[in-house]
């Protein structure tokens, strides 16, 4: 157990639907990072949010949307979803120190039909 | 931007034999690099990490790496490997802020008997 807490682990929904993946960072850690996982294009950073705040931004789509809440945890919400949007996200918190060490959720799989 | 390149897709190789997995990088800051490695449905695990210092870098499970700052390669390598390090190795790259830690594609090593 890493200490990263990733729900739901398994999301089947369909095409223009929304859905909310939930993470809650290790103790102690402020940073969180969202990155996107397909077979196609790899392992793609999202976003990240340091104590509440947006730091970085990657590779996101504007269908979705992210942001980390006062006790820390933090929300990925993906709406009007696309086949192509299956895949597995994953979460992953840091103490954002410039030995930037990522500790990872197990992610959650989204397939879309 | 940073960029990295994982020169190998996949690498198979006997069990006890040495292997090297190949990584390249870009940057136009300063960066630090990282291995990570993911087994069958978990998420990535740290394995190594350059900060500074020593080019030669030593990870758990008998993993190292070494850092060639005129080549922008960061290279994985075990004397002697076992079935169970059969995974996925992710090379990765962050800016020294902290702020976005890209990864490769990855490779896949498969240990054989």
């Known amino acids: 157990d890493s200490g990263v807490t990733q729900t739901p682990k398994h999301l089947i929904t369909a095409t223009g639907q929304r859905v909310t993946l939930r993470c809650s960072p290790r103790?102690?850690?402020?940073?969180v990072y969202w990155y996107q996982q397909s077979l196609d294009q790899g392992l793609q950073f999202l976003i990240h949010?340091?104590?509440?705040?947006?730091?970085a931004k990657g590779n996101i789509l504007e269908r979705f949307s992210a942001q980390q809440f006062p006790d820390l945890h933090s929300e990925l919400n993906l709406s009007s979803l696309e086949l192509g949007d299956s895949a597995l996200y994953f979460c992953a918190s840091s103490v954002f120190s410039g030995a930037n060490v990522l500790t990872f959720g197990a992610g959650s799989r989204l397939t879309v039909l | 931007a940073q960029s990295v390149t994982q020169l190998d897709s996949q690498v198979p190789v006997f069990e006890e034999a040495p292997v090297e997995l190949r990584c390249n990088y870009s940057s136009s800051v300063s960066v630090y690099l990282f291995w990570y490695v993911q087994y069958p449905n978990q998420g990535l695990q740290l394995l190594l990490k350059y900060l500074s210092g020593s080019t030669l870098v030593k990870g758990i499970n008998g993993f190292e790496a070494e850092f060639n700052k005129s080549q922008t390669s960061f290279h994985l390598r075990k004397p002697s490997v076992h079935i169970s390090d059969t995974a996925e190795y992710f090379c990765a790259v962050s800016d020294t802020g902290g702020f976005k830690t890209i990864f490769g594609a990855g490779t896949r090593l498969f240990v054989k008997a």
């Open positions: 103790s102690g850690d402020l940073s």
């Open positions: 949010y340091y104590n509440g705040e947006e730091r």
